[in-house]
Nanobody
Framework: QVQLVESGGGLVQAGGSLRLSCAAS????????MGWYRQAPGKQRELVAD???????NYADSVKGRFTISRDNAKNTVYLEMNSLKPEDTAVYYC???????????????WGQGTQVTVSS
């Protein structure tokens, strides 16, 4: 079982940037696909970006061109670089350890505690 701890959230003005980190332990991190999800108040949790063990990435249309997911297997860490932030990006952001199959990301029960991102207008 993998344990995940997110960090890097905060309050930022629209147009600003944040970098989220997710540190993993307890499993073979390099073998997992990893995903970043977010959940805004009153909305369902949605997949924002995912990265395979080999480094292939996918993004939700709403963040494409603004967010970048990356991973450092030596540090057991996955990152989410967020630029040109908008008020609608406000949410709790969660890290997940999952797997990739047929080009799609599948989450597992391994979630971090979440980190709050608030974008003011």
């Amino acid at each position: 079982q993998v344990q995940l701890v997110e960090s890097g959230g905060g309050l930022v003005q629209a147009g600003g940037s944040l970098r989220l980190s997710c540190a993993a332990s307890g499993s073979i991190f390099s073998m997992n696909a990893m995903g970043w999800y977010r959940q805004a108040p009153g909305k369902q949790r949605e997949l924002v970006a995912d990265i395979t063990s080999g480094g292939s990435t996918n993004y939700a249309d709403s963040v494409k061109g603004r967010f970048t997911i990356s991973r450092d297997n030596a540090k057991n860490t996955v990152y989410l670089e967020m630029n040109s932030l908008k008020p609608e990006d406000t949410a709790v952001y969660y890290c997940n350890a999952g797997y990739s199959l047929g080009g799609s990301y599948y989450s597992t029960g391994a979630w971090g505690q979440g980190t709050q991102v608030t974008v003011s207008s």
